[in-house]
């Protein structure tokens, strides 16, 4: 018998699923973006998107599985993809699964002078004391930017890229993409609070700590896994060649 939290399929239908979910979602950038997973500890091997697919068409088997310590880059990836997600697959810590985004409100929020997200409601504050932000845009991702990337990668849940998008980082697809969901929910929230033109009104710090690790509990207790699982179920109805 499987529980809640179990997921069922091989974790290259978890990140195509993944990815479909980012498509309807609205979180993605056509062909270009994308999501990563380590197939080995030590995060040498990785899976990635070819270069030219759409989320919304990702199929298991489309999934391209590269040695980020190999000295050339295979021509089916996309090169930021292999300097930005080799780097932290490289680097990282605990890097799992490594998502990138240029979703819509966690972009807006990348381009403010000061792109801080306060804790002004319970998804924000998920995310207090855990954003870091990177302020050193210097074009599209390939060289110095990749290995001072790859350097921060696992140091915090959520990377901001200044100027530029978002990257979410999880042991696993599930944690990554949680992560990443809602956190975009966070920034959707508060962008649309501060578009009101009224003040908004962050909690004390120590409600926001609090409330962060209530969050950290409930996905210790397999929230991430649910949330995942559940979205199998979903696709499963109704595009289930994700998993061929
Ligand atoms: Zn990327
Ligand atoms: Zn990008």
Avoid at 96 to 106: D, E, I, N, Q, T
Avoid at 187 to 204: E, K, M, N, Q, T
Avoid at 223 to 230: C, E, G, P, Q, R
Wanted: proline content about 5%.
């Amino acid at each position: 018998m499987t529980t809640a939290t179990e997921l069922s399929g091989t974790p290259r239908e978890q990140l195509a699923c993944a990815f479909r979910w980012l498509a309807r979602l609205d979180m993605h950038e056509g062909v270009a973006n994308h999501c990563s997973l380590a197939t080995q500890a030590d995060g040498r091997r990785f899976l990635v998107n070819p270069e030219g697919r759409h989320f919304a068409e990702m199929r298991a088997s489309d999934l391209v599985e590269v040695d980020a310590s190999a000295a050339q880059r295979p021509e089916s990836i996309d090169p930021t993809a292999w300097a930005i997600h080799g780097a932290m697959h490289r680097q990282g810590r605990g890097v799992g699964c490594v998502m990138h985004a240029h979703s819509l409100y966690a972009t807006a929020l990348a381009c403010l002078e000061t792109p801080e997200l306060p804790p002004v409601e319970q998804n924000a504050m998920r995310f207090f004391e855990r954003v870091h932000i990177d302020a050193g845009f210097d074009g599209m991702g390939l060289d110095e930017e990749a290995e001072r990337l790859g350097k921060l990668a696992g140091t915090a849940p959520i990377l901001l890229l200044g100027n530029h998008g978002v990257v979410a980082t999880g042991h696993d697809v599930a944690e990554a993409f949680d992560h990443l969901y809602y956190f975009e929910r966070a920034c959707r929230s508060y962008l649309v609070a501060r578009a009101s033109g009224l003040p908004v009104r962050p909690v004390a710090p120590e409600i926001a700590r609090k409330t962060a690790q209530q969050w950290e509990d409930y996905l210790a207790q397999g929230s991430a896994h649910m949330h995942l699982a559940a979205l199998m179920r979903l696709l499963d109805r109704d595009a289930p060649d994700y998993r061929d």
